[in-house]
Each structure stands twice: as structure tokens, then as C-alpha cells.
């Protein structure tokens, strides 16, 4: 073709000299135009084609395909390759041009395949099994392995040497390979033990404070486990660090449907007392209490008068106790509680006494999951039990503020 260009330019009185230039500049852009006109056939034609077909057809993996533009990436294989095929154009250059064009060539299907990669993924998402089993890690795997052995023919294919002379060198390097993939190893590693143990699961809440993170599992990958917080604000946790460090998953409370509330109220100990009859005869008007008081002041009268206890004084014998009253209250009201699951364990009990106070704790599980809810729920009991201590003659141990002191100061003064 140069030559058939050559004798062209001659017979139009182009000199001589200026000939071989002007023979090789027309045959670049003959071969440019080529190349761009097989480009723009088949992006307009035949990748338009594709993607109407795809948008056709029922299934929705072709449109993720598409939307992920693998055959966008493939169709650049085209104006490459009639670089390659036209490469005779140029005896001179005509071995380099054809090792640049296959690398590019090569290049592309490397970068296809992550687009392919990618589209597995997505797909591969729309199934409940994504969540418990994620692959994101081992595609990334398969795409490192990939850049490697493309990598290694673009090398081999420009010093024109055999692929398996560049692997047995890299056996000797295997050490080096080591260090420079450690995280990707770690991160392997890791993966497939998350997922073989089904440590964790796309969506689940977890606590890694040394990260910072406290919210739903977004990604999980090779190499980062991506969570985004209650404020929005997203975290990324290397994988590898699931496996040696220790967090906690709030997947069990998701799936149990019950989340716990165990938080205590502290009554002051001077304020605990026996119940005289007048305090027993309106507290037996409280509807949770009226049938437990009927009962207990039978079985006591019947406990007192069996073993002749003198009555003179409310020492003596069995009495009940306006804490112990307030506990058994306390109880009842969480048993019939809408929002409190009466499936789970549901209990209040007595701690030990401490220099603030006597704690009752509350040791339930609200019906509700959603930290909203939760919360909402847990504040409604406490705001109720805060209310009614004082029905019970017991007061809420509180250490002395400012207002305390001054309220003392003026009634020393008066």
C-alpha cells in the first residue's frame, strides 16, 4: 500500500524527497479512519443492537450487563485490532506496532473483565443469599489473579519472551510477592472464614469502637468491610481485622425480635419501710397489686396467728415491705405490658445496696427492635416507674445539687 501511495504522489509531481513522509502520513490517517469507522459501526449499530435487545428480553441480567458497560468495554477491541491486521502497512515497524496493539488488546479484556466482574456481583446481589454468603471478595481475588497473567503476557509479548521464563522468575520472587499482597492474602483469609462461620452479613449491626464504627454492614470485600453509622457517616474496617480483633453483631437481638432493656433505678434506704394496714389499704386499690395484697395479708394473718406472733409491734412476724410491694408492682406492670415480650426472660431484682442508694433493676426484652421504637419504648416504663415510686412511700436516692443546698440554707435561715 506505501508503495501503491508513493507511485501516486510521484505521478501527481510530488518531489521526491518529501514522498516517503507524505506516504506515511496518508496511510496513518487511512488507517485512523479505518479504525474509527469500525468503532463507529459498532458502537452505533451493533452496541445499539444489544442494548435493545437487552431491554426486550424478561431477565434482568443482560440489563445489569449493559449498565455495566462489558460490551462498551469489548467493542474497543475493534479499532485496536485494525490497527493490528493493517500493521503490514509499516514492514519497518510492523512486529512493534502488532506487540502494542495485542497489549492494548490485552489491556482491554483485563478491564472488561472487571467490568464482568462487577456485573457477577450486582447480580448476584438481587439474591437473599448475598447477604449471608457475599462473593465481592473472591471476584476480587479472581480480578487480581487476571491483572497478574495479562500483566505478565504484555510483558512477555514486548520483550518477546516466553510467558513461563517471566513465572519461573516470579517462583523465585515468591517472598517479595508475599509482602506486596500480604493484605490481599489477609484479606482472602479473612473472608472465607466471615463466611464459612457467617460471622457477618450485609445489613448487620455492628460495634467496633476502636474503628469508630456503630452501624449496618454496607460492603463487604477483599480488602474493607464498609459500615455506615447512625450519623451517615461511613466507616471501613479492614477485613482482616474482623478475624483478630474482637466486635460485637447485633444480628442475634435482630433475629430473636426482642431487644433488652437492663437498666436500674436507685431508691434511698431510709425511705424502706413495713407496710401498715392503712398503707396495705390503698395500695390494694392499684389494680396490678389487689389480687397479690388480698393473698399475702391472708397468708400473713394465718402465719401470725398460727405461731401466736404479738402483734405490739410490726417487728414481729411476717409484714410486707413497701419495696418489696414496689418490685412485685413493678413485675406485674411489665407482664402486662403491650410492648414488652412476655416470651423472653422478665424479671426485676434487688442489687446489693451501694453508697447510692438501693438499685431495683429492670431485666426485660422490649417487642420492638428498631432502635427508635426501643427507645421510645424504654423511656415510657422508666417515666412510669419514676412517677409511682412515691405511691410506694420510697423516694429516689439522689445526690445533693446546688438547689438542695440553697433550699437548706433557707430553711436553717427561717
Sequence with gaps: MIVWIERLLIGYGVRENLVGYLSNIIAVIFIIIISLTADLIVRKVLLRYLNAYAEKTKVKWDDIVVEKKVFERLARIVPIGVIHALAPIFPAYEVWIQRLAFSFIVLIVLLAIGRCLDAINTIYLNYEVSKIRPIKGYLQVVEIISYMIGIIIIISVLINRSPWIL???????????????????????????????????????????????????LE???????????????????????????????????????????????????????????????????????????????????YNKDYNINDAHIVNGKHLTNIGTFRIYIESYLKHHPKVSQ????????????????????????????WEDYEGIQADIFDHILAVVSEFDLR????????????????IQN
Design 220 to 302: 463487604i470485600s477483599l480488602h474493607t468491610v464498609k459500615v455506615q453509622n447512625f450519623d451517615k457517616t461511613i466507616t471501613t474496617i479492614p477485613t482482616h481485622a474482623l478475624i483478630s480483633e474482637s466486635f460485637k453483631n447485633w444480628r442475634g437481638m435482630q433475629e430473636a425480635g426482642g431487644r433488652r432493656i437492663k437498666r436500674a433505678i436507685y431508691i434511698d434506704v431510709t425511705s424502706v419501710k413495713f407496710c401498715d394496714e392503712e398503707t396495705l389499704d390503698r395500695l390494694e386499690k392499684i389494680a396490678y397489686l389487689k389480687a397479690y395484697l388480698q393473698n399475702k395479708r391472708k397468708e400473713i394473718a394465718a
Design 167 to 217: 513465572l519461573s522468575g516470579i517462583g523465585a520472587a515468591t517472598a517479595v510477592i508475599m509482602l506486596i499482597f500480604q493484605n490481599s492474602i489477609l484479606g482472602l483469609v479473612a473472608s472465607i472464614q466471615i463466611t464459612s462461620n457467617n460471622m457477618l452479613q450485609i445489613g448487620d449491626w455492628i460495634e467496633m469502637p476502636k474503628y469508630g464504627a456503630d452501624g449496618d454492614v
Design 343 to 370: 416470651d423472653m426472660p422478665c424479671l426485676v431484682r434487688q442489687l446489693a445496696a451501694s453508697e447510692n442508694g438501693l438499685p431495683i433493676e429492670i431485666y426485660a426484652f422490649t417487642s420492638e427492635i428498631a
Design 396 to 411: 429516689i436516692y439522689q445526690r445533693p445539687t446546688g438547689y438542695d443546698l440553697s433550699a437548706l440554707g433557707k430553711n
